[in-house]
């Protein structure tokens, strides 16, 4: 587990999960230009986060978007098989989820525990959606709430930071998943 905290190694690695993403949207999103040129600023901004390691929460935030919607789109789009989706799932969120572990400075042995079971609650998650007739940018999009609710956990409880409250991040992402969820187009994937 030592090659976790290589900061060469988590450099690449961060960057090959941001490329795949922003590659798998453009790859669906083609026709929408601007969306594409959005995503793509977004991700220039994160890659030049990723290298300076800074701001971890934007990072976090930006990785399980666009990994979320590549797993979505390898799910609908290219009919990948499940099993093998659930398990980039519990690899990419499992990996980010250290990522953001260690930038924030957690300590201590139950750290495996709740890793284990935030990479769970998103891939529960990502399936319970995957029933939702909503676009895969909505559900990707509350994916990415559920993963801001795993930083917040993190930071104001595991690490017992004082200048928040964790109540602030449950009706935060609260109220960003229901807004999502009534403002989604219901009814097709498109």
Known sequence: MAFLYSHKF???????ILLWGLFSFYLINK????????MFLLSLLGLAFIYLETSVIFL???????????????????SL????????ILIVFGYLFTYTEQKIGILGNKRLIYLVVFSLLILEVFLALSYFLINPISQSLIITAISYLFVGFCYTVLAKHTDNRFITYILMTALVTVSILLGSHWGGLV
């Open 10 to 16: 988590r450099k690449i690695t961060l960057t090959l």
């Open 31 to 38: 026709e929408s230009w601007l969306i594409v040129s959005l």
């Open 60 to 78: 976090l935030l930006l990785l399980s978007f666009t990994s979320a919607y590549a797993f979505y789109i390898f799910l609908f789009q290219f």
């Open 81 to 88: 098989p499940s099993w093998l989706v659930m398990l980039g």
